[in-house]
């Protein structure tokens, strides 16, 4: 009986262990000291004809409008008119190119971008059940606004985009009156800039702590003791006041603001 032979094994080739990746070098930093000139994010807000145009127009510094009210109809500025759409806006403050041949590029107005983020808002975002509503109130439970606020943030990235270009932005804003709690006392009214407030989307006191500076422009006064308007002028204001809002890192005092000498206001802003 031949003996039955067992054939060896087949060679199987093992690849060679792959090399380890080389470890990710770790970052270094650097420290810097002294202050840096950098692009600024000005807002400037106040009630209707106080001149917040007409201020950013004498801005000696070259700037951009994008005229979303066509408030600069009466005065000589670079202009951008016909921006309609949210999408519209957001191509305009990415459009480095474009941006980069001005000093200044002035929002009139962020009330109206506002606006225009909710149009968009509404159109491109359903509810939580998938289906597409007519207005913020019908996504419930203030989900609306959360989304309004979102939307909004992201014009806000845009905006810090052409700052590190250097750009110097200008957000012109309306006003509107506020009833603020006063645990001491009576509440009472303070003016701040007409922008989203809810309870779990305060788009205004977001945009004001974006802001390097917030200016209250105000129509200030003088009455007889009849109570008739004797004078008015009109004051810019840099620090927070019992009736207004306002902030500023380098401005600490008002600024009266007369035609023909805004840009000596401006030069105290933007350096």
Known sequence: MS??????????????????????QAKTFKVSTGTRQTAQRVGIYGESGAGKST?????????????????TRNLDV??????EKWDDLRAVVRDKQLL??????????GTEAQDLAEQWTVANIPNDKGKFV???????????????????????????????????IVLILHATPERVPNPAGDDYLQVQPRLLRAKN???????????????????ARDLTEGGKIRSSYRL??????????????????PLPFE????????????K
């Open 3 to 24: 003996k039955l032979t067992i054939p060896a094994p087949p060679k199987i080739n093992t690849p060679a262990p792959a090399a380890k990746p080389a470890a990710a």
């Open 55 to 71: 201020l950013t127009a004498e801005c000696e510094r070259k700037t951009l409008f994008l005229d979303l009210q066509r408030g």
């Open 78 to 83: 670079h202009r951008i008119e016909g921006i």
């Open 100 to 109: 980069t041949s001005y000093d200044v590029l002035a929002i009139d107005t």
């Open 134 to 168: 007519q207005s913020l109130k019908h996504y419930g439970y203030g989900e609306g606004y959360l989304h309004l606020y979102d939307t909004f943030c992201l014009f806000l990235q845009d905006l810090d985009a052409a700052v590190d270009w250097g750009t110097h």
């Open 201 to 219: 989307a305060d788009l205004r006191a977001r945009v004001r702590e974006w802001l390097d500076h917030l200016l209250y422009l105000e129509i």
């Open 236 to 253: 810019l204001h840099p620090v927070e006041l019992p009736h207004a809002w306002a902030k500023s890192r380098t401005l600490t005092a």
């Open 259 to 270: 035609l023909g000498n805004g840009d000596s206001i401006w030069q105290q802003i933007i």
